[in-house]
């Protein structure tokens, strides 16, 4: 049995295991870890075959190759070894390049479809899955798949985004139409005009009006975004107005109130200097604690009331110029439900 670039590692635990590399065009690729020698050994001797054998084989002989392996060599080595023989290029995700595409394989059954352009960012960049939700990671942070793409989070197949070919694994740029690109707008035939209607989300849907460009529904959810906010943040103002003017201002000085008369009722009773002198400690002690207890209330009641405050999303328009912006903005009505939603804000 040939060993070569089979080596002996240990476990933590002390066992021994097996790890398999091969060196092609100046460049060191682990295959892995094995069980056996022999099942390293048979790995090596496959990877050596793909990038030097006489036989170019593709993604679909994989299953041939390795039906009578215990220990096969993993698929996504397998397409990594294919693509670095036919490009010279060597890249740390499975990833196989027909012409003008390349093929991203999820696992052996899934394989996205990208145009060639973008070859450069996802051999850098691992995709994920997770449920339905496609992924990757960009400088720590998890970036979905579809947004690279100009979907939006929560929009919907077949109504916000459609992909022409019936395939939704298919990611080329030709395949991918966005319907609905910004934010509570929504596309709606009425009649055979195309009219575009708007709805923003508060405590339910609440239909902020409906409009004839797409431009105009855009800015419609900004300036319907703008209002909700204005009017929370002048609810929020007056009610920690209010709690600062009634219910902080009673306690304190109710509190005050009765420390003084009981004060004024011990002096009577005793007249003794020692006496006055640690009752007085006595109700300063008593004072502060009502001032950390009506703090700590204060700060229990704005948190809450800060909690009413949300930020909505904002819709970046392109091809626009601020002037133009502002024009449509100061046209814009609002539905009269939308307009009787701000009233009682």
Not at 32 to 50: C, H, N, P, Q, V
Not at 87 to 104: D, E, H, S
Not at 117 to 128: A, P, S, T, V, Y
Not at 203 to 219: D, F, K, L, R, W
Request: charged share 30%.
């Amino acid at each position: 049995m040939n060993t070569t670039g089979v080596f002996l590692a240990k476990k933590k635990d002390g066992s021994d295991y097996f790890r398999a590399s091969v060196t092609y065009k100046e460049k060191h690729i682990s295959l892995g870890s094995f069980k056996t020698k022999e099942s390293a050994g048979a790995a090596y001797a496959l990877a050596d075959r793909i990038l030097r054998g006489a036989v170019e084989y593709c993604p679909e002989d994989y299953e041939k190759c390795t039906l009578t392996e215990k220990e096969p060599l993993g698929f996504d080595k397998w397409i990594m070894l294919l693509t670095l023989r036919k490009t010279g290029m060597y890249c740390k995700n499975p990833i196989y390049l027909f012409g003008k595409y390349f093929v991203y394989y999820l696992d052996r059954n899934i394989e996205l479809k990208f145009d060639a352009d973008e070859l450069f960012f996802f051999r850098n960049h691992k995709i994920q899955k997770r449920g339905g939700h496609l992924f990757y990671t960009d400088f720590g942070m998890q970036c979905s798949l579809l947004a690279r793409y100009g979907v939006r989070s929560f929009s919907v197949e077949g109504r916000d985004y459609i992909f022409k070919n019936g395939d939704n694994k298919d990611f080329r740029f030709g395949n991918l139409l966005v319907i609905n690109k910004y934010y509570g707008v929504y596309e709606k035939d009425i009649h055979g005009r195309k009219k575009y209607e708007v709805k923003i989300h508060v405590a339910g849907t609440v239909s902020v009006g409906s409009y004839s460009s797409e431009v105009e529904a855009a800015v419609a959810y900004n300036k319907a975004a703008d209002c909700l906010e204005e009017g929370v943040r002048r609810r929020k103002r007056v009610d920690i107005l209010n709690i600062n003017s009634t219910d902080i201002e009673n306690k304190i000085l109710g509190n005050e109130k009765s420390e003084d008369t009981n004060c004024m009722f011990h002096e009577e009773v005793s007249q003794t200097k020692s006496d006055d002198m640690s009752r007085k400690n006595e109700h300063c002690q008593d004072a502060e604690n009502i001032r950390l207890s009506v703090s700590h209330d204060h700060k229990k009641e704005t948190k809450k009331h800060l909690k009413r405050y949300r930020k909505w999303h904002r819709n970046y328009i392109e091809n626009i110029t601020q002037r133009e912006y502002i024009d449509i903005y100061e046209k814009i009505k609002f539905s009269k439900s939308f307009k009787k939603y701000l009233v009682k804000m």
